[in-house]
């Protein structure tokens, strides 16, 4: 068993593949001024979500379970969960959706499950937060980029030790395969052909896997399609698009397909997600975000 004093020590030689394979997914982030509208019902989604609380109250409801937004923390949303987001009166605060994998596998944040982290804002930005819609270079920009990996990496001590080491060590171990899958992901993407394509026995990779992560490849495929599919429905892309580069057959297949799988179809699931939004913009207050993706090698 890998033990994590010792680790980049005893596995030096790994300390290459996992520092260029380390992955972050930045997605949308913005500054973010809400009142008794901001009372939605979130779908569980492919990113975790980072909340600095600046000021006012707010509650997030997993079922019974209720977790207070209170200023001067910082609360971690991790992703494939549904979430009620509420505002009882104000809420002020930014918000970034992110994850970060290695070998484009799953986010490391799945290992902790359900459950809502949490962190005391101890160290502010200065300037804060709010005065990023005013950055015009990349030196300004800069002091907030490098605040907001270490935050993030502050929330990785929530992570079992075990898990967190089984996670680099399998991801090294089916690297090939993982990069093979990120490079050809598509609906008639095979676990014979990655075993065909990796030089391995279909019947050894497949029980090898599924023993040492605890989901098939068959699973890890369908869920890297999904969560492709989602990410893609967030941009200007065409459903018809987004179905012919998952090399479905046609949108009724792919839409068929989504629905199974979230309860939405694609178009259902782009209006539903632009509403909820909606409702973090007000035109009169001029708060500001950024809708993009960045994939980013740490």
């Avoid at 026995?201 to 399609?225: C, R």
């Amino acid at each position: 068993m890998l033990k994590r004093a010792p680790f980049f020590s005893s596995y030096s030689e790994y300390f290459g593949p996992l520092f260029n394979n380390l992955n972050m997914e930045l997605g949308e982030y913005g500054y973010f001024r809400g009142d008794p509208r901001w009372n939605v019902l979130e779908p569980p989604n492919y990113y975790n979500r980072l909340y600095f609380i600046v000021d006012g109250y707010g509650l997030v409801k997993q079922g019974e379970k209720v977790t207070e937004l209170l200023p001067g923390n910082i609360y971690l949303l991790p992703s494939q969960n549904p979430y009620h987001l509420i505002c009882p009166k104000r809420l002020e605060k930014f918000y970034i959706h992110f994850n970060i994998n290695l070998y484009h596998v799953q986010d490391i944040f799945l290992f902790a499950g359900n459950n809502i982290l949490q962190l005391p804002w101890t160290n502010k930005m200065d300037p804060p937060f709010s005065k990023m819609e005013e950055i015009s270079n990349i030196y300004d920009l800069l002091p907030y980029h490098n605040y907001i990996y270490n935050t993030i990496f502050d929330f990785l001590k929530f992570i079992p030790e075990q898990k967190l080491n089984q996670f680099f060590e399998y991801g090294l171990k089916y690297q090939e395969v993982f990069s093979y899958i990120h490079q050809n992901l598509r609906i008639s993407l095979t676990v014979k052909e990655i075993a065909l394509k990796t030089n391995q026995s279909e019947y050894t990779l497949t029980k090898k896997f599924k023993q040492d992560l605890g989901f098939s490849l068959n699973q890890h495929i369908q869920k890297k399609l999904l969560d492709y599919a989602i990410s893609q429905l967030d941009s200007s892309k065409s459903i018809t698009e987004i179905a012919n580069s998952l090399d479905f057959c046609d949108t009724h297949y792919f839409s068929n397909w989504f629905k199974k799988k979230t309860g939405y179809t694609p178009s259902q699931y782009r209006i539903h997600t632009q509403k909820l939004h909606d409702l973090y913009f007000y035109r009169n207050q001029k708060p500001f975000r950024s809708p993009g993706l960045s994939y980013v090698k740490i």
